[in-house]
């Protein structure tokens, strides 16, 4: 039972363009969501991350949405660069009960930015 | 500051043998996780680390085991190696306190183990 859903294993797009990276999740005690970036032969790198309380989280050209009601975020990369090509995945984890560090990953993105 | 660092990078095992990864944390983590890699599964959750005790464990079998020593180092062991079993091995590290709210692991490298 995947409780962490990246329900596109890639995507391409134009350098200068939108990407947009998807993710949902089904478990409601999650309250705490990350990005984390992955390149071949390295560990995941952190990106960005968004509380439940909020709806939006911006780091330069990295925006994360979540909307709470359909149990969804996004990665936004504005624009994007060749350099962003790389794995990304969504990771969820909730803060009670010491969990905070057990984090539920999806499967991943493999994000392809064409020059 | 240094990174987290695993060893070994690399290594061939086959079915029926154990095998031990090593992890050493960020200076000053206390926390150290494990996760698991497989094409396509995501990273799967192994066990937490914090001060020598395990806090959280992931569904796994018991042939799955870890440790974390005085200094924060950790360890993970495999036993009765199995087909299923390889993967890459991540560590991460996260810190300072035992429960705050910053759930921001640093990996390393991770191990990639091949079972034959």
């Known amino acids: 039972d995947q409780q962490v859903k990246q329900n596109s294993p890639s995507l391409s797009v134009q350098e200068g363009r939108i990407s947009i990276l998807n993710c949902d999740y089904t478990?409601?005690?999650?309250?705490?969501f990350l990005w984390y970036k992955k390149y071949p032969a390295e560990g995941p790198t952190f990106l960005i991350s968004?509380?439940?309380?909020?709806d939006k989280n911006e780091d330069g050209r990295f925006t994360v949405f979540l909307n709470k009601s359909a149990k969804h975020l996004s990665l936004h990369i504005v624009p994007s660069q060749p350099g962003d090509s790389a794995v990304y995945f969504c990771a969820a984890s909730g803060s009670r009960d010491g969990s905070a560090r057990q984090l539920t990953f999806g499967s991943g993105t493999q994000l392809t930015v064409l020059p | 500051k240094a990174g987290v660092t695993q060893t070994p990078r690399y290594l061939i095992k086959t079915r029926g043998q154990q095998v031990t990864l090593s992890c050493s944390p960020i200076?000053?983590?206390?926390?150290v996780s494990w996760y698991q890699q497989t094409p396509g599964q995501g990273l799967q959750f192994l066990f937490e680390?914090?001060?020598?005790?395990?806090?959280n464990k992931g569904n796994f079998p018991g042939r799955f085991s870890g440790r974390q020593f005085s200094n924060s180092r950790s360890e993970m062991n495999v036993s009765t190696l199995e087909l299923g079993d390889s993967a890459l091995y991540l560590c991460?590290?996260?810190?300072?306190?035992?429960?705050?709210?910053?759930?921001?692991?640093?990996f390393g490298a991770g191990s990639r183990l091949t079972v034959l």
């Open positions: 991460a590290s996260s810190g300072p306190g035992p429960s705050s709210g910053a759930n921001v692991l640093t």
């Open positions: 478990n409601s005690m999650f309250d705490y």
């Open positions: 200076s000053g983590h206390r926390s």
């Open positions: 680390y914090f001060s020598e005790t395990q806090r």
């Open positions: 968004i509380s439940s309380i909020k």
